[in-house]
């Protein structure tokens, strides 16, 4: 697009500190797992993004892009049409983690970003380009932003639960159903997702369907439609539950800039599990670690 070349290849030995590419791709389009030379932020205009490394799984709206460091394996999957405009930066010229990251995306540097994939891959440092480049990597830092990330074990005790809570997120799970499923007792299961994840297995399965759901709202499917198909019983239900996750609603999920979630829950009030009857959930759905 704009005259350049859509070869993510041929941005990685440019005499730039920043190099931009824009491409436009379709619903359901897949890049299978790849690694660059330079740093890379994903980021897209419309859609969604579903991008998936070692460390996990995100999905990223048009209000937020995902930073992937230099040398890191990665793959990713467009949900609905996604316009894409990437960044392959230099290590040393952007200050960001050495992990995967989540990065809100400001309307300036979406705009930034939209500019950048307009110039010539060997822009004038000391002109008008060379501030543009400039300011983009000054607006380029990384800011909190509740982000939708799905650890996935990948350890055979819990790799086959995982993919099949993935592949079926309509699904109610029971504890026994789960450990079962498993080959393992319900305490270790609570145990074991524990260390893999950081989460608990009510926590795990909700963060999995909302990846399901966010999938779907960015190709158009309806609220209504989506609270069904992740297992919610009602579209009231389930907006409570993305709202308390990802502190906006399904609606504006795509069009708002990221703010902080909800707090989890009142004073002397835990937050509401997965398995929470009032979300949809089942009340046996693996929603406490069992009594030693």
Known sequence: ????????????????????????????????????????????????????????????????????????????????????????????????????????????????????????????????????????????????????????????????LCAAVRDAPERRWTTAEAAAFAHTSPRTLHRWFSAATGMSPARWVEQARLVHAVTLLAQGTSVTAVAARVGYATPSAFTAMFRRALGTTPAAYFTERPRAPEPPGRPGRPAPDAGDPALGGDPRLIAAAPTP
């Open 1 to 160: 697009m704009y005259g350049k070349s859509e070869d993510r290849d041929d941005y990685q030995d440019v005499p730039r500190p920043v190099a931009a590419m824009a491409r436009d791709l379709p619903d359901g389009h897949h890049i299978p797992p790849h690694r660059h030379r330079r740093a890379q932020l994903i980021y897209g205009i419309t859609g969604a993004i579903t991008v998936r490394t070692g460390h996990g799984i995100w999905v990223v709206p048009a209000t937020r892009g995902v930073w992937i460091p230099a040398g890191l394996t990665h793959e990713m999957t467009c949900a609905g049409a996604v316009a894409m405009r990437t960044l392959y930066l230099d290590p040393a010229a952007a200050r960001l983690p050495a992990e995967p990251t989540v990065v809100s995306v400001t309307p300036l540097l979406r705009h930034l970003i939209d500019e950048a994939t307009r110039l010539p891959v060997a822009y004038d440092r000391e002109g008008r380009d060379g501030k543009v480049m400039g300011l983009l990597l000054t607006e380029l830092t990384p800011q909190p932003v509740p982000a939708l990330r799905l650890p996935v074990p990948d350890g055979p005790p819990l790799a086959g």
